[in-house]
């Protein structure tokens, strides 16, 4: 059953349109052509972006927070802050860093592509004729060429059989070239997937590279491709079935060419001239499709490319690579940042400033406050008269000389201490402390203490000045010359000072305080 060109025409239009617009709906149609997951960085009522509030670090409620540091100690000249878009909490942060450790931020299942301006790509190379417009020319001149009523009209047997050979082969060109022009839309709408993947890497929605791979794939499915890693045997497989197909023309124009040739003293010169045109037209066409779907063309390498592009995108972490914000010093350290995206749009906003406490840094301070010595403080001594109250006789008159150590065995005093150690994450730490009780009555009686302290690490400022201390003190107390000591009587000494009969001998004793932070040097690593 023959098929009538002039019935064929306004299908192979209606089919040129239709596979056209679905080839660009796939990059510039709906968004619902891609699946993407619900997002998860704005706010669902209104859409504006995600501003997560930072408290003080008096409380972390709304932080995940671990007492160990980020990282493993023999790490710790590196400490990370991770921002996932997916978890739950979206921030996690160490409640402390060791003190001199580099910062780095870094976030997980975000676009890299979309939010950081630095991705490694390959452009695909795709400014080549496709030869499809041609195509659809020749095919339109296919469709005016066919008259079946030529037959019934020719001249003579000669033009009678040429144009049956004509129609004959036509038919062959004709359905070749609608099957070339469908090969060539599935490779142009497979080299679309460059677009596709391009705009899935500027959107700063996507959490996962999942979701680009499903994109890409819901826009390959269309064109038959059902794997990313046969794209480019795929593209290939299809260039050589044009490049098969337009030799195919070419042979067939060849043929028509000789046969008219053959029988041109039975065709008037105006059919041969016109069959001749329009056998050109088609041997024009055929060539240049050989010429731009040859199997070594550029298109082979362009799908390679592409291939290689996607693979690289999907095989890539989907997150930002860590980046250095600063180095912890002091006690503390806070940060605050801006996720946005390559147009400048806010996409996620860590505010206000958020404060991570340090550990392992050296610090000196100064403390006063009040200590009690225990032993080590000497003795009071003074003259007795009549020890045993007598009421008569000789003892009436004795004098001893009395010692008292109890009211000196607890001293209070004043002290200045010096407190040398390194931050901890614990709650308490310990402290080499080095301090004076200074005796404002007696200066040569003060004494130097050494020893060992208990800070804070509480969030309160307060808590955080108050240092307990305790240790063993060293300083000069009075004692008995050595000439003056066992004595039965000491009436001769009774208008004597008692200071005279004293000497300043050094007295090792203990010593606790409590002291108030007033004052710090610069810390250090």
């Known amino acids: 059953m023959r098929v009538y060109y002039a019935l064929v025409a306004p299908l192979i239009l209606f089919i040129t349109l239709e596979m056209t617009s679905t080839a660009n709906a796939g990059i510039n149609g709906p968004r619902s052509a891609f699946v993407e997951k619900p997002l998860s960085l704005t706010r669902p009522d209104t859409g504006a972006p995600v501003i997560y509030p930072i408290k003080p670090a008096a409380g972390h409620s709304e932080r995940k927070t671990t007492n160990k540091p980020a990282s493993d100690e023999r790490e710790s000249s590196r400490e990370t802050i991770i921002f996932d878009a997916t978890a739950d909490p979206i921030l996690v942060v160490p409640e402390y860093v060791k003190e001199g450790a580099a910062i780095y931020i870094q976030y997980l299942n975000v676009n890299p592509w979309a939010v950081e301006s630095n991705p490694v790509f390959q452009n695909i190379n795709r400014d080549y004729s496709t030869g499809l417009s041609e195509l659809q020319g020749q095919l339109g001149i296919m469709t005016q060429s066919k008259d079946t009523g030529k037959v019934s009209k020719a001249q003579n047997a000669a033009e009678k059989k040429f144009i049956e050979e004509y129609e004959k082969h036509g038919d062959i060109i004709n359905k070749t070239f609608k099957e070339i022009e469908q090969k060539i839309m599935v490779v142009n709408g497979i080299l679309e997937l460059d677009s596709v993947l391009k705009v899935n890497m500027a959107n700063p929605m996507l959490t996962n590279k999942e979701q680009i791979s499903a994109n890409i794939l819901n826009h390959a499915q269309q064109y038959g491709l059902d794997s990313i890693n046969k794209l480019t045997s795929f593209v290939k497989e299809n260039v050589k079935e044009i490049y098969k197909g337009a030799s195919t023309v070419n042979n067939e124009v060849s043929y028509l060419e000789r046969f008219l040739e053959d029988t041109r003293k039975g065709i008037s010169e105006k059919q041969r001239k016109d069959y001749t045109e329009k056998l050109a037209g088609f041997k024009k066409t055929a060539d240049d499709l050989v010429k731009i779907y040859t199997p070594n063309s550029k298109i082979g390498a362009s799908a390679s490319a592409l291939q290689a592009n996607i693979t690289m995108v999907l095989s890539l972490p989907f997150s930002l690579q860590p980046k250095k914000i600063g180095a912890a010093r002091g006690d503390y350290f806070e940060f605050s940042d801006e996720l946005k995206d390559k147009k400048g749009n806010l996409i996620v906003k860590i505010d206000p400033p958020f404060r991570i406490k340090t550990y392992g840094g050296t610090r000196v301070d100064f403390s006063v406050g ?5 032993w080590g403080n000497g003795a009071d001594y003074q003259f007795r008269k ?26 209070f005093s004043p002290i200045i201490g010096i407190h040398w150690y390194k931050t901890t994450r614990h709650a308490v730490q310990t402290m080499l402390t080095i301090g004076v009780s200074p005796d404002f009555s007696t200066l040569a009686e003060s004494r130097l203490s050494v020893g060992g302290g208990l800070g804070f690490t509480s969030s309160t400022d307060l808590l955080r000045r108050i240092v307990i201390n305790g240790g063993i003190s060293v300083g000069y107390a009075d004692k008995l010359k050595s000439e003056y000591q066992n004595w039965e009587s000491y009436n001769r000494f009774a208008n004597v000072d008692i200071a005279n009969m004293t000497t300043k001998v050094p007295q090792v004793g203990a010593f606790i305080a409590v002291t108030f932070n007033v004052g710090s040097l610069s810390s250090s690593k």
């Open 386 to 411: 009549n020890p045993t109250d007598a009421q008569t006789g000789p003892d009436t008159a004795k004098v001893i000389l009395a010692e008292n150590k109890s009211n000196k065995a607890l001293k």
């Open 370 to 374: 009040i200590g009690v010595n225990i």
